[in-house]
């Protein structure tokens, strides 16, 4: 559990101008982004929002859909596959977690991603849906999730990060969020 402390920045609130997402990554200027902060690759929960994720991406093209994975390269590309594939999904390897802890996501306690709610959802997901936990071998099992609507103008309009494990976020609440903002701001 214990990792190297590096700056945590406070979580964007709505309103905010939102960081950025690297030095050779910037955001469309055309329209909005949602941008998904993923737990691990091998968290059944982070393995539900990419799969939302990518179908958003197949139903709103009006919005780009950007994906943070701190696994390596090499994990993410297979877990990629494993899950379906990316679709239209742009995916961004951090593997040193400087994005996350851009945006305001660090490491989590044992309560969040062990509690017993946690446990009982991530049953439910696997017998409901066939989702369980793949072997993972790389990325922190503790690092906090989140996803953040940001409009065309490069402003927060919705941010959400992961209250616990078993969280998936509610695109529909990042969309609605979103109504209004679609061209620059």
């Known amino acids: 559990m214990t990792q190297p402390q590096q700056l945590l920045a406070p979580v964007p609130k709505v309103g905010d101008r ?26 059944p929960f ?6 939302l994720l990518t179908d958003l991406s197949n139903h709103h ?20 596959v494993e899950v379906g594939g990316e679709w ?12 996350y802890h851009a945006w305001g996501l660090g490491t989590s306690t044992y309560w969040y991603a062990l509690n017993p709610l946690a446990m009982w959802h991530t049953w439910k997901l696997g017998t409901e849906e066939g989702i369980w936990n793949r072997n993972a071998e790389s990325g922190s099992k503790w690092q906090i999730g989140g996803a953040f ?12 990060p992961a209250a616990s494990a078993d969280e998936v ?17």
């Open 46 to 51: 982070a393995e539900k929002t990419f799969k």
């Open 169 to 185: 976020p509610d695109f529909k609440q990042a969309l609605k969020a979103l109504e209004g903002h679609w061209g620059m701001a």
């Open 88 to 99: 239209d999904v742009q995916v961004i390897v951090d593997a040193s977690r400087q994005l």
């Open 149 to 160: 609507a940001v409009d065309a103008g490069g402003f927060v309009r919705w941010a959400k």
């Open 61 to 80: 093209p009006e919005v780009h859909c950007v994906a943070v994975s701190q696994s390596s390269q090499k994990d993410t590309d297979k877990w990629i």
């Open 18 to 43: 939102a960081p950025t997402l690297g030095n050779d990554v910037h955001f469309p200027r055309d329209k909005p982004v949602l941008v998904v902060f993923l737990r691990h690759c091998g968290c």
